[in-house]
């Protein structure tokens, strides 16, 4: 009997759940079920009020009472008894999907059905396809994201996307909400996605690659910086070492001057004091000769001596010797030195109050990372003065307002003489002032269009070519505003841009970074316009070319 049984196990298989019947019930076409699994299929079409099998598809239009088939749940029992226990291998770890069938011991899933929103060990993989002979069912590897592909409202599966809503919907919502919307299927979309997907991951990866460069250069003028640095301190300690050395050696030698010239008259003082101590003493012997013998009474004696101690000698010492210096003092030195000292710091300090701004501004050109201006406010800490060149002008442009506003005029200026850097061809000028570092300016215009450009000194100045016309070349590039239309030019390259919806334009230069960028000015906000990455290998000079009743004005 139990072989019997086991031969046919399939026909006690619940095709719901691909177990053992739990609880069987028979519906009036034959078919067995878990009750639990029929019930549950059944609560699901509640709202529709109409059930069916889910094998033969068979309708009833009123929900069948289901009764216990004991004879089935006698032949199921006594096969749960004789049924091997289920052994693999393939059990399921942290990480692999589990079969959604297996009671005990859940197993490594093999492969999962979309039609049955399960995934099936290999053991139930064989009931599942036993189960549904000839029925096409779409079989794909294990999979654990299967509830993600049920519509939570039509509880059917989602294999529509809706690129209006960009949704994945199921039919139903295809038929209601979603009616009338640009739809796909959810394959269709997946291929284009996909495609998609691996452009975002190639950009992500050049990107990757670009910052990993990046921060390689970053660490590189990081350490660059830090040695740069201490080399700077190093040469202004050296520096400050040598001016303190150079005065030491001056104040050596006003103090060995001092100190010759001490030695000097000191010596020659001991000298004259030697001298005239001798003398003292020469002449003090003298009065004592002088007061002996003129105590003595015998005239005889006196008169033989007197003779000869009463002729005083001549002093050997000038008599103005001593009396030209009453006292000696180094006060005049000490008078000449606080001078000196005065001067020096007067001078020393309007020395490094010129170098100090040279410093400070070389200092605050050594960066790591250069961070450009945001607000407008950033921007005019850069704010440079211009002044236009009337050498450089065409005859047509008039200056005035000391060289900031230039008009075009159908008639030339007559004050203009010859001058190699004019421009003779096109109605453009270049201003004196260059800029090397990082610079930011502001014009207004008016009238049928100008150009607002930066350029090379070396461009021609000779017909209207495009070697002289800003942007038509690789000396210049220029910002065209005009009435109805706005665009940039470089290498002769045109680009069309937004309109400018204001007459002041302001332009920002970092010639170090290479960047040039052009914004439309207002009361309340700052516009780019254009901005361009490149290269600057000389000094750039603001430039204008003025159309015909028009001008600018630098403020």
């Not at 189960?131 to 049920?150: D, F, K, M, V």
């Not at 006060?331 to 309007?350: F, M, N």
């Not at 010129?354 to 800490?381: C, G, H, N, W, Y």
């Not at 901005?531 to 000389?538: D, G, I, Y």
Request: net charge negative; charged share 25%; aromatic share 6%.
């Amino acid at each position: 009997m139990a072989a019997v049984i086991s031969t046919k196990q399939d026909l006690f298989m619940c095709s719901i759940c691909l177990d053992l019947l739990k609880d069987p019930v028979t519906l009036h076409c034959g078919h067995n079920y878990c009750s639990g699994c029929i019930n549950g299929c059944w609560d699901q079409e509640d709202q529709k009020g109409v059930y069916s099998c889910p094998q033969c598809r068979k309708t009833f239009t009123a929900r069948p009472v289901l009764n216990k088939n004991n004879v089935i749940a006698e032949l199921v029992e006594e096969m749960r008894k004789t049924r091997p226990t289920i052994q693999s291998d393939a059990t399921a770890d942290d990480g692999d999907v589990e079969c959604d069938i297996c009671s005990e011991g859940k197993l490594k899933a093999v492969k999962s059905c979309l039609d049955c929103l399960l995934s099936y060990c290999e053991t139930h993989f064989k009931f599942h396809n036993q189960l549904h002979p000839g029925r096409n069912h779409s079989i794909i590897g294990a999979t654990g994201h299967l509830q993600e592909r049920i519509c939570s409202l039509h509880k059917k599966a989602l294999d529509i996307f809706c690129r209006t809503d960009q949704s994945c919907i199921c039919y139903f919502c295809l038929m209601e909400e979603h009616k009338g919307h640009d739809t796909v299927s959810a394959a269709a979309e997946w291929g284009i996605k996909k495609e998609e997907l691996g452009d975002i991951q190639t950009r992500c990866h050049q990107t990757i690659q670009k910052r990993e460069k990046e921060v390689q250069e970053l660490r590189r003028a990081v350490e660059t910086l830090k040695s740069s640095a201490q080399s700077a301190v190093e040469h202004s300690d050296q520096m400050f070492d040598d001016i303190i050395c150079s005065a030491e050696r001056r104040r050596s030698e006003v103090t060995e001057l001092i100190r010759a010239q001490e030695k000097a008259e000191v010596s020659r003082a001991e000298g004259l004091l030697e001298r005239l101590e001798q003398e003292i003493s020469e002449l003090k012997k003298r009065v004592d000769e002088m007061e002996q013998l003129s105590h003595t009474q015998d005239p005889i004696h006196f008169l033989k001596n007197v003779g000869s101690i009463s002729d005083i000698p001549d002093s050997t010492i000038p008599a103005n010797m001593v009396l030209s210096h009453p006292y000696l003092s180094f006060e005049p030195v000490k008078t000449s030195v606080s001078e000196l000292k005065t001067q020096l710091e007067e001078k020393l300090d309007l020395i490094f109050k010129q170098e100090a701004v040279k410093i400070s501004a070389a200092v605050s050109e050594v960066q790591a990372v250069v961070t450009e201006p945001v607000t407008r406010e950033d921007f005019l800490k850069y704010n440079g003065h211009f002044t236009l060149d009337p050498h450089t002008a065409n005859t047509y442009l008039h200056l005035s307002e000391e060289n900031r506003r230039v008009e075009r005029r159908d008639e030339p200026a007559l004050s203009y003489p010859d001058h190699p850097e004019r421009f003779h061809g096109l109605c453009q000028v270049l201003c004196r002032e260059g800029v090397s570092g990082r610079c930011y300016w502001e014009v207004e215009w008016s009238g049928k269009g100008v150009d607002i450009a930066v350029s090379y000194k070396t461009v021609s100045r000779e017909g209207a070519t495009n070697d002289s016309y800003f942007g038509k070349n690789n000396q210049s590039c220029r910002l065209s505003v005009e009435t109805g239309k706005t665009f940039f030019y470089q290498n002769n390259t045109r680009t069309d841009l937004p309109l400018v919806a204001s007459s002041r334009v302001g332009v920002y230069v970092d010639h170090r970074a290479g960047t040039l960028a052009f914004y439309s000015i207002s009361d309340t906000m700052m516009t780019l316009l254009h901005k361009v990455q490149t290269t600057f290998s000389q000094t750039l000079y603001p430039g204008f070319a003025i159309g015909s009743r028009s001008s600018v004005k630098l403020l």
